[in-house]
């Protein structure tokens, strides 16, 4: 069987390495070649050499990429993009005026305010509920619903979610159900699996691993839902080039690795916040106290690199801490090989109105901290001197 045509029999470090990529006809290169080319020579017109036209179209590193995406996630239907948010915005071109979205009340910031400040303007509804709670997802839908929106685990609070209850609760309706699934990546979960109709990655994140490239990618259940999507991916064109491409298939050969060690350290470091003196609260879905610690045990095979905590104080006293560590750079963004940390209320999130944010639970203490490689008694000691007052 080829490396492109693999999809199940392999283990998923296996198709992390190898999915959808075989040597080079030419040459035996054993990398994807990087095609910088924005159009192809035809033996005639309309007679396309492997269908190849365009490069919006159709470009053959992209299409590497697309096939290892979807094989990780346990699918054959993949497209790329040239960020998450052009993923996500992919995703809305399926709906139309005076539809209704029931989505998650913890949602990265760009994603609500793409939802707030763009698809309202074109006669779209939404509604913003716990997730975690299935009687409020219940009540939130209506006969105009046609999407139901997830993360899990959330950003940056990190709830979790029922992903089976939720993908039949919005089967039985006739309701696109999408699961934003970056924070997890096909490692730890495959939302396919549990029934979704889609899956959403920032590849920018845990898939590119390095922090050196932007890019998206949506992943479809069935060859329907993947033709409609390729048709707006070309009709609007919001492509990756083909080197963010390979650095995106660079990074899903390490991301079994990577994700076990982001996992690990996490996990300690978890567990130094919660008996800090000054941490009033750890929000990780590894810990027992976690609400949502059954739920992920069950549909997760771990927990990830993501840590949020709160201290007690203003939205000064947390941009201090995330101002003073040495290890963790301040910056926005997650999911590289290095350690960072950000202030959400600040930062990635302060596209949301205060009031909103702090009626969600997203305390003006919130720190969320994106745990790399590095070493774990190194990482430890620089979040300490941090949280000195």
């Given at each position: 069987?080829?490396?492109e045509?693999?999809?199940?029999?392999?283990?998923?470090?296996?198709?992390?390495?190898?999915?959808?990529?075989?040597?080079d006809?030419?040459?035996?290169?054993?990398?994807?070649p990087?095609?910088?080319?924005?159009?192809?020579?035809q033996?005639?017109?309309?007679?396309?050499?492997d269908?190849?036209?365009?490069?919006?179209?159709?470009n053959?590193?992209?299409?590497?990429?697309?096939r290892?995406?979807?094989?990780?996630?346990?699918?054959?239907?993949g497209l790329?993009?040239?960020?998450?948010?052009a993923?996500?915005?992919?995703?809305m071109?399926?709906?139309?005026?005076?539809?209704?979205?029931?989505?998650?009340d913890?949602?990265?910031g760009?994603?609500?305010r793409?939802?707030?400040?763009?698809?309202?303007?074109?006669?779209?509804?939404?509604t913003?509920?716990?997730?975690?709670n299935?009687d409020e997802?219940?009540?939130?839908?209506?006969?105009?619903?046609?999407?139901?929106?997830?993360?899990?685990?959330?950003?940056?609070?990190?709830?979790?979610?029922?992903?089976?209850?939720?993908?039949?609760?919005?089967r039985?309706?006739?309701?696109?159900?999408?699961?934003?699934?970056?924070?997890?990546?096909?490692?730890?979960?495959?939302p396919l699996?549990?029934?979704?109709?889609?899956?959403?990655h920032?590849?920018?994140?845990?898939l590119?691993?390095?922090?050196?490239?932007?890019?998206g990618?949506?992943?479809?259940?069935?060859?329907?839902?993947?033709?409609?999507?390729a048709?707006?991916?070309?009709?609007?064109?919001?492509?990756?080039?083909p080197?963010?491409?390979?650095l995106?298939?660079?990074?899903?050969?390490?991301?079994p690795?990577?994700?076990?060690?982001?996992?690990?350290?996490?996990?300690?470091?978890a567990?130094?916040?919660?008996a800090?003196?000054?941490?009033?609260n750890?929000?990780?879905?590894?810990?027992?106290?976690?609400?949502?610690?059954?739920?992920?045990?069950?549909?997760?095979?771990?927990?990830?690199?993501i840590?949020?905590?709160?201290?007690?104080?203003?939205v000064?006293?947390?941009?201090?801490?995330?101002?003073?560590?040495q290890?963790?750079?301040?910056?926005?963004?997650l999911g590289?090989?290095?350690?960072?940390?950000?202030?959400?209320?600040?930062m990635?999130?302060?596209?949301?109105?205060?009031?909103?944010?702090?009626?969600?639970g997203m305390?003006?203490?919130?720190?969320?901290?994106?745990?790399?490689?590095?070493?774990?008694?190194?990482?430890?000691a620089?979040?300490?001197q941090?949280?000195?007052?």
């Amino acid at each position: 069987m080829s490396r492109e045509s693999q999809k199940t029999d392999w283990a998923l470090a296996t198709r992390a390495v190898h999915a959808g990529q075989s040597p080079d006809p030419s040459t035996g290169a054993l990398m994807t070649p990087v095609y910088m080319n924005s159009t192809y020579g035809q033996k005639a017109p309309t007679e396309l050499i492997d269908g190849y036209e365009y490069s919006r179209t159709k470009n053959p590193t992209r299409l590497a990429l697309e096939r290892n995406l979807a094989s990780l996630e346990g699918s054959e239907y993949g497209l790329a993009f040239s960020s998450g948010m052009a993923a996500t915005n992919t995703v809305m071109n399926l709906l139309q005026s005076g539809d209704h979205v029931v989505a998650g009340d913890d949602l990265y910031g760009g994603t609500f305010r793409l939802f707030e400040k763009l698809y309202k303007n074109y006669g779209l509804t939404f509604t913003y509920v716990n997730l975690s709670n299935l009687d409020e997802v219940q009540q939130a839908l209506r006969p105009e619903t046609k999407l139901l929106f997830v993360e899990s685990p959330t950003n940056p609070l990190l709830k979790i979610c029922d992903l089976s209850a939720l993908a039949e609760m919005a089967r039985s309706r006739n309701i696109l159900s999408v699961c934003d699934n970056t924070f997890a990546t096909p490692c730890l979960q495959r939302p396919l699996e549990f029934g979704f109709d889609l899956v959403i990655h920032s590849t920018t994140k845990y898939l590119g691993g390095h922090s050196d490239v932007v890019g998206g990618a949506i992943i479809a259940r069935n060859q329907e839902l993947h033709e409609k999507l390729a048709f707006f991916q070309n009709t609007v064109g919001a492509v990756p080039g083909p080197m963010d491409c390979f650095l995106v298939l660079r990074g899903t050969k390490t991301l079994p690795l990577r994700m076990q060690r982001h996992g690990e350290t996490a996990m300690a470091l978890a567990q130094m916040l919660e008996a800090h003196p000054r941490v009033k609260n750890v929000i990780y879905p590894g810990l027992s106290s976690h609400p949502g610690h059954e739920i992920a045990t069950k549909q997760m095979s771990g927990f990830g690199g993501i840590v949020s905590f709160i201290i007690d104080g203003s939205v000064e006293q947390g941009m201090a801490v995330a101002g003073k560590t040495q290890l963790f750079a301040c910056a926005e963004s997650l999911g590289g090989v290095e350690s960072l940390i950000e202030h959400p209320p600040s930062m990635t999130h302060a596209s949301i109105p205060v009031e909103i944010r702090r009626a969600r639970g997203m305390d003006d203490g919130l720190i969320r901290i994106s745990v790399g490689v590095e070493d774990k008694d190194d990482l430890e000691a620089d979040l300490r001197q941090a949280l000195e007052p």
